[in-house]
């Protein structure tokens, strides 16, 4: 196999990574995105020559004008998608958000008509299924210190 031939088969998944914000009650943050039908977490697509890392704390200061801490990566997950194309997301530790920081918060008004902090166990009914899943291994990381694989939304280790 010639080296463009291989090259032509290897995978080119777009990456996109968020954040994982708490308050004092363990509730989870959640935007609410003018261009989706559904709630969302803070985040975006990775820029070439940035990494996933990066992205997050790009994306989190764009849309919620805060500049945090981004703390350990939570959940990795590979979403195929055959239509756009495959993408790899990452999930990162936002950590706890205080009144404070709460009050600081500016959101993108171009993209973002408000955020709230839920319970983890109603995320289901705000968002698509896989990113509450997504969520859901990310409440778990957090609290047991793991970082949590997901193929499709699913884990292959815990059935989350």
């Known amino acids: 196999m010639s ?3 291989h090259e032509a088969k290897m995978a080119r998944p777009r990456m996109a990574a968020g954040a994982l914000f708490f308050d004092e009650a363990d509730r989870v943050l959640l935007v609410e995105p003018s261009y989706k ?6 985040g975006g ?3 070439a020559g940035e990494s996933p890392r990066q992205a997050c704390v790009r994306e989190v200061q764009e849309e919620l004008g805060l500049a945090p801490q981004i703390g350990r990566l939570l959940v990795v997950e ?3 998608n055959p239509g756009e194309g495959d993408k790899v997301l990452y999930l990162f530790d936002g950590g706890r958000l205080s009144a404070d920081d709460r009050w600081q918060i500016t959101l993108q008004a171009d993209e973002l008509r408000g955020f ?3 319970e983890a ?3 289901h009914n705000l ?4 990113l509450a899943r997504r969520i859901a291994a990310g409440v778990q990381a957090h609290t047991n210190g793991l970082t949590a694989y ?7 280790e815990t059935g989350i």
């Open 3 to 5: 080296e463009n031939e």
């Open 37 to 42: 039908d559904y709630r969302d977490i803070p």
């Open 45 to 47: 697509y990775v820029e």
């Open 78 to 80: 590979w979403a195929p």
């Open 116 to 118: 709230d902090f839920h």
């Open 121 to 123: 166990d109603q995320v």
């Open 127 to 130: 968002t698509i299924s896989r």
């Open 150 to 156: 997901l193929e499709y939304g699913e884990s292959l």
